[in-house]
């Protein structure tokens, strides 16, 4: 649980940060009142995975993901973010053994490919925000399913002497995933986003190893992704200063 605590620790910084900087919004000129605000874009992008567990210590084996989102931009400091995923992992080690002695021995698998699907809602703070530029940090929770299979495409779920003996899971697992990224919108509402993230899985499952595993803590996957960002809903920003002086 030490990346959530770091994580809730940041935040709670950042929001201090502000609270004690924070400047008043300038005045808006009549050119910027002809101008609209972006309230929400419909990201579509991809990237790269990689794994972290009993057969693979260090981020590799890169593989891809696609995401479809709903990003929305109405608030200055907090935004929401709705995603759906459809991703894949994968890592080998040959020789990969299980250290201590077991009667009978020890037979985990060597190599393993997962593939899932995610379904996300992540909150954005935003570090820095200015009419084209947003630079933020997430966290969110997540749903995540996933299908594991060997080297000739056979469920690992069902190849039960590749675990300990009576050793189950479920497929379905909760995620908490922490980022870090940038967006960037043109003059016409377009933009694109880049973004880090950490999956901080809920389970130690995603290579089908873990009574047989090394590693003390839970599998984890790390994502690149790459999204482009189309605007669903616009307003003038007359209009948006018009509503924040009703509300004030």
């Known amino acids: 649980m030490w990346y959530l605590f ?4 940041i935040l709670f910084l950042l929001l201090l940060y502000r609270i004690a900087y924070a400047q008043e919004e300038p005045t808006l000129s009549a050119k910027d009142f002809s101008q609209e605000k972006v309230l929400s874009w419909l990201e579509i992008g991809g990237g790269a995975n990689a794994y972290r567990g009993d057969l693979n210590t260090q981020m590799r084996f890169w593989q891809p993901t696609l995401q479809i989102s709903l990003q929305l931009n109405r608030k200055r400091q907090w935004n929401g973010k ?4 459809s991703a894949s992992i994968r890592a080998e080690n040959p020789l990969y053994e299980y250290p201590l002695p077991e009667n009978p021995p020890a037979t985990p698998n060597t190599y393993f490919e997962t593939n899932f699907f995610s379904l996300q809602y992540e909150l954005h703070y935003n570090i820095i925000k200015k009419r084209d530029f947003i630079w933020f940090i997430s966290q969110g929770i997540g749903f995540l399913r996933f299908r594991i299979q ?3 495409g056979r469920d690992l779920t ?3 002497s590749t675990r300990k003996v009576g050793e189950t899971y479920s497929t379905n697992v909760l995620t908490l995933p922490t980022g870090i990224g940038f967006l960037y919108n043109f003059t016409n509402g377009f933009g694109f986003l880049a973004q880090t993230t950490l999956y901080n ?3 130690d499952y995603i290579d089908n190893i873990k009574a047989w595993g090394t590693l003390p803590q839970n599998d984890n996957v790390l994502a690149l992704k790459l999204g482009f960002l189309i605007p669903l809903y616009k307003q003038p920003l007359r209009q948006l200063h018009v509503q924040n002086e009703h509300t004030h």
């Open 201 to 203: 899985l809920r389970t």
């Open 82 to 85: 709705f995603t759906f995923i």
């Open 150 to 152: 060997d080297l000739e």
């Open 6 to 9: 770091y994580s809730f620790k």
């Open 158 to 160: 069902q190849i039960t």
